[in-house]
């Protein structure tokens, strides 16, 4: 008998019940400990399943070929071929397996650097998508659109911001206080008289027209709204094509930008024109002094420029980072946009040369001008303070701390009061010329998102977030 494992006589021979085999008892308990199974047939098997072979014990006869010395030599020497051979075969198999292992750290080392390649010109190629000049002005009568051209402003434009400047710089620092204008007693007493029910719920956007009557109003469903004050109803509706991002009015043009990217003029209700320059959502607009030159600024880092006399954008000036708020100077000769990267950058309109840059701590998101044009107030995003600058001197001139998240900011025409709104009330902020001292006249609970003085700052604006415009003024 010979076992079915080790081809040697068994010392303890056992038989399967099941395949009729021959084991050696140590080496099948051994192999069914570990595997379950007959390892010949490959069915199930257990130590049940054996049954022990009554044989006398024997002692195994040694092989003929080890009888001798030369025999025994010639076993050895078979043994040390064997050995050598295998050593021969391991090392190849190693050499082979560095072999392949070099091939595969080559191969992942060069899909790195694909990757790499493809992630940098991936990256690239967003950055020049978002500086792709789509310029596409679509006029009222059918006229052919433009493409953005960022070489230079027209003669005929430039001439407008030159005669702007020269004209408003002259007279600024001497104009006198308006007949009529609200003063500091009287905007201590200011409280809620006038409240509309909710117009354009999510907006954020808050703009009065020079009569002081009609107050433009968008929301997130993608319409704006023309209300009435002296009528207490909406009396135009636009349609902006996507949720209002700003709103602002030039004279009696209403102009409307909106997270699709388009900027969209209306007269009278009508929509008389739409840029797309922007590639990316629209985040502020803003009316040059002269009153027919609109700014816009977007996320794709970039301000555009429009002539709404030939209804045509024509100039497209590109920052080093996405841009949500901007104002221009009262003078007209410079363009302030507030960065995500926390810095207020100032460009030559006529150029659109970089002229200046302020640091702030935060994304800038709300840029005001006082009317002499002296000063800039800043906010940057969920802060509770506002940074006022001195453009004479360039440096921070005060910081003022209001104690409530400001969301919008309004610097009435005389210069002395300073509006705030935000989620948890207004503020009124007064700058004394004589004592160059700041005070707060007004602190007031309504809640707004967007601010605006009335008529001679005789009235106070403000919109909350479910699109209702409260009014306040004196009870008297």
């Known amino acids: 008998m010979q076992c079915a494992i080790s081809g040697e006589a068994p010392q303890v021979p056992v038989v399967s019940t099941k395949s009729g085999n021959v084991f050696e008892k140590r080496l099948i308990e051994a ?57 021969y075969q391991l090392r ?10 070099s091939t595969a750290l080559y191969q992942h080392d060069a899909a790195v650097r694909v990757i790499a390649r493809l992630t940098k010109e991936r990256d690239e190629a967003r950055d020049a998508l978002a500086k792709v000049s789509v310029g596409a002005a679509r006029a009222p009568a059918g006229a052919d659109t433009m493409q953005v051209d960022s070489t230079g402003l027209p003669q005929a434009v430039v001439a407008r911001i030159e005669s702007t400047q020269e004209k408003l710089s002259k007279t600024r620092s001497k104009r006198p206080i308006p007949d009529g204008w609200a003063t500091s007693e009287a905007i201590q007493e200011y409280k809620p008289a006038q409240s509309t029910e909710s117009l354009y719920p999510g907006g954020k956007s808050l703009a009065l027209d020079p009569t002081g009557d009609l107050v433009l109003v968008g929301g997130v469903d993608g319409v704006a709204g023309v209300y009435s004050l002296s009528k207490q109803q909406v ?3 636009l349609k902006a094509g996507g949720p209002v991002t700003d709103a602002v009015w030039a004279g009696n043009k209403a102009i409307v930008a909106s997270a699709t990217g388009a900027v969209k003029v209306f007269e009278n209700g009508t929509e008389i024109a739409n840029f797309t320059s922007h590639a990316g959502e629209v985040t502020a607009l803003a009316v040059h002094p002269s009153g ?9 880092k970039s301000y555009v ?22 104002k221009f ?48 107030a800043a906010v940057t995003e969920n802060s509770t303070s506002i940074s006022v600058w001195d453009l004479r001197k360039s440096k921070l001139l005060k910081v003022l701390e209001t104690g409530t998240r400001i969301s919008s900011l309004n610097w009435d025409y005389t210069g002395q009061f300073l509006l705030t709104g935000g989620p948890n009330g207004l503020t009124v902020q007064q700058y004394t010329k004589s004592t160059k001292e700041w ?37 008297a």
């Open 439 to 475: 005070s707060e006249p007004l602190r007031s609970a309504v809640p707004a998102v967007a601010v605006a003085w009335g008529a001679s700052a005789q009235s106070i604006l403000a919109l909350n977030e479910e699109g209702v415009i409260t009014v306040l003024a004196s009870q």
């Open 292 to 300: 027919d030159i609109i700014g816009s600024v977007g996320v794709d």
């Open 31 to 87: 192999y069914i400990a570990e595997h379950g199974k007959d390892p010949v047939t490959g069915e199930e098997l257990s130590t049940d399943d054996l049954v022990e072979v009554k044989t006398s014990r024997i002692v195994r006869p040694r092989p003929p070929t080890l009888t001798s010395i030369p025999s025994l030599l010639s076993v050895f020497q078979e043994e040390w071929d064997a050995l050598a051979l295998e050593t």
């Open 305 to 326: 420029l429009y002539d709404l006399t030939t209804s045509s954008p024509i100039t497209q000036i590109f920052s080093d980072s996405g841009l949500i708020s901007a």
């Open 235 to 237: 009396v135009q509706t």
């Open 329 to 376: 100077h009262p003078d007209g000769h410079l363009f302030a946009v507030g960065g995500t990267d926390g810095q207020i950058k100032i460009f030559d309109v006529k150029s659109g040369a970089a002229a200046a840059s302020f640091p702030m701590s935060a994304p800038v998101t709300c840029l005001e001008f006082s009317e002499n044009g002296y000063f800039m």
């Open 92 to 101: 190849q198999a190693l050499a082979q397996t560095r072999q392949e292992l």
